[in-house]
């Protein structure tokens, strides 16, 4: 058992940040927001570029061969920055490609020169596209299946905007024969819900920092807010969740990997524990922040819509709920 | 980074697992009284002839020495088979032995480790009074030097065991003139000394583990002083430089055992058909106690390496005791009061509910871990 992170795990780590430091910092999340998409498109340039789509997909498929703990890695800084654009969607979209042997649309996504979105869809109605506005394909979640499909093949499709704005809903009817069908098997659908708490553990720290640096700052009464009991617990309980959530998403990420029999119940704890943060903790920082909190020009709410987006994918909570109600296997 | 064991410590959870279910105790443990310090320091002097006691401790002390991956294998797995945990034991292994490594004269060390370890001595820690809780260093009781003797006045309170324990760590106020933390002094106290009184405290539980100690013109001898005269609050902190994160490693497989039973018993009943809510928050514990773990073992092995431990382990110990009373409560709603069915340890699911309260509390207020979070975790001004 080893849980430090390895060199080549830091060296991830750091070339990650420094790219989004240079092209997504919170000034160019926020041009998106109002509609321009170029900091989205050179981040997405530079992503394919330095393989980010392959990260975990072996070299003889075309990745850069490292492992589902390596993309979780990614996915935490994404998360911590609210990046907008479906690089979810994608990286699971270039693993099915890659495997179910669709060479070119494996080579275009894994280049970062086509993009995928994702795509719920339900046994009954239309389903839900996320993030699909500039896709090529979508990967399909159905209820028995997970299939990639040309994003050409979604049909009516309508926007139903949710809370979040910097993630683009829509409704659509699906139809065509998919590129690559496989029965929805636990290792891409465990994949996705590790890589959504990853994102949900990103927030969850980058929310407990933000309070916690307006804390240190903001003065009332003659002292830093955060020297009062009142703030200084809130910030303790955020250290709490993120602690917990970055903990468990290592050992989920690790058991989905190494194919432990309790990978399932690992996958859906980390699910759970790190809903539950990033929520407790994106409100939180609305609250300590005060008046300031509420407003437009405070990035706190969207931390908090970001949640709530994330929230649905792979069947939200009550999708992992039965896994942590089974026996616990144990070796 | 790897979850899997590697083969040395397979082998090693293997060995402890064969020694454990040939060795534990299996029987009902006595939950108070001299029975149950018979049945502890039984279980002690059984682990020290099977080769198994002071897991932490260094080898030149005749520990094991164990890298702390392998503490909490054993932890584990001295758990997962229901051997009693720490307890009454905690201070004198966990507490007393390490600060006497760290800062012991030779004759201390030569006296009292071996009696820890072999299981023929029980301790208890002299700490908390009527006026300092939380506020440790605002203790009142006092030593006063007199010939070769520290003469000894006053009050503790909380004192687990004292009415069991042959010895106690006891922090005095040996100066009165300096700053609170400068004045202290830490002595070894034989709790069988003329002018020591010991009154069990009923908590609401109905047990009396907790004691309160009075102490008048106690008179225990110089050669008894750990450290210096004075240098007692140095010495009670270089304690904590020995606990590297396992200290409620027991506790939380006992709570993931609790939790799956609890799963069980909702399936093989209606409730969870018309309180589905209980579901959920069983759902919720089992992520939350398997996060819990993660984060033990995580903080371990971060700390192994540093000389002192970060202040991390606060927030394993919040979290830890914070979920054990929401799952206690759970529990109790879902067995309903009285139960009579089996619980997971020897105390009813009522008492097991009743003695969570304690663990908020002992040990540093769950309040006071958050004040230590925010300060020295998160850097907020104090």
Known sequence: MDLLLSDDQRSIVAAVTELLDDLMPIEAVRRVLDGDNAPLDALWRSAGELGWFGLGLAEEHGGTGFDLI???????????????????????????????????????????????GLAARPDNGPAVLYDAADATYLVVFGSQEVELLPAAMASGRTDQPGLDPLTRRETANLFGEPIVSAPREEPIVARGSVLVSAMLTGIAAATRDLSVDYAKTREQFGSAIGAFQAIKHRCADMAVGAALAEAQLTFAALSVTEGTEDARFQAAAARVVAEHAALSNAREAIQIYGGIGVTWECDAHLYLKRVHALRELFGGEAAHRPALLDRHPRD | MELALAPADLAFRQAAREWLRANYPGEPRPNDGPAMREFDLEWQRRQWAGGWAGVSWPKEYDGLGLPVLQQLIWL??????????????????????????????????????????????????????????????SLRTTGVVDGDALVVTGQKLWTSFADLADYQELLLRTDPSVPKHKGLTWVICDMRLPGITIRPIKTLDGLSHFCEVFYDEVRIPLANVVGAINDGWRVAMS???????????????????????????????????????????LATARAEIAALRALTYTNAMRNSDLAVPGPEGSLVKLAYTELRQRLMRLALEIVGPGSDLPGITTATWDEDYLFSYTETIAGGTSDIQRNIIGERVLGLPR
């Open chain 2, 239 to 281: 304690t904590l430089s020995f606990e590297r994160g396992t200290a409620f490693t027991h506790g939380q497989v006992q709570l993931a055992a609790i939790a799956e039973r609890l799963a069980g018993y909702l399936q093989q009943t209606d409730a969870a058909a018309y309180r589905p809510e209980l579901i959920e928050r």
């Open chain 1, 70 to 116: 390596d993309e979780a890695l990614l996915f935490v800084e994404l998360g911590r920055r609210i990046v907008p654009g479906p690089f979810l969607a994608t990286i699971l979209a270039a693993r099915i490609a890659a495997l179910g042997g669709a060479a070119d649309a494996a080579m275009a996504l894994l280049a970062g020169q086509a993009r995928a």
């Open chain 2, 76 to 137: 584990e797995e001295c758990a997962l088979i229901g051997a009693p945990d720490i307890d009454s034991r905690f201070v004198a292994v966990n507490h007393a032995g390490p600060t006497l490594i760290a800062n012991g004269t030779e004759d201390q060390k030569a006296f009292h480790l071996p009696r820890i370890l072999r299981g023929e001595a029980l301790w208890c820690q002299g700490f908390s009074e009527p006026q300092a809780g939380s506020d440790l260093a």
